[in-house]
């Protein structure tokens, strides 16, 4: 699977990113997508979802009101925009695919990209 995730980088608390999650030989369209993310010593934790038609986002409790997942079918991408940015925060970023009709629950994110480092700086 090719999912190529970028837009990490340093912030300081309270800032904002984006981030991007572009498929190459991978087509988005009918996956439901997703980003995670991990901190050293812990499992990766599912961010925020979203269905295959774009609707409907999950967000976890940690991150409503400050993140928002879109994607653009057309583009063949998915993005996370981060607002209000806080040290927690701190982790490497993840896309994920899902064809399962429990894209809500991270168990079934079976394709992965690579991860894009974001540092918030307290």
């Known amino acids: 699977v090719q999912l190529q995730a970028c837009g990490g980088g340093l912030v300081q608390a309270g800032g904002s990113l984006g981030l991007s999650c572009v498929g190459s030989k991978f087509t988005v369209r009918p996956y439901h997508m997703a980003w995670f993310r991990q901190t050293p010593g812990q499992e990766r934790a599912l961010v925020a979802a979203?269905?295959?038609?774009?609707?409907?986002?999950y967000y976890a409790d940690s991150v409503k009101g400050r993140f928002t997942i879109s994607r653009d079918n057309a583009k063949n991408a998915v993005y996370l925009q981060m607002n209000g940015l806080k040290f927690e925060d701190t982790a490497v970023y993840y896309c994920?695919?899902?064809?399962?009709?429990?894209?809500?629950?991270?168990?079934?994110?079976?394709?992965w990209g690579q991860g894009t480092q974001v540092t918030v700086s307290s």
């Open positions: 994920a695919a899902s064809q399962n009709v429990n894209w809500q629950m991270a168990v079934y994110y079976n394709r």
């Open positions: 979203i269905n295959r038609s774009g609707g409907r986002p």
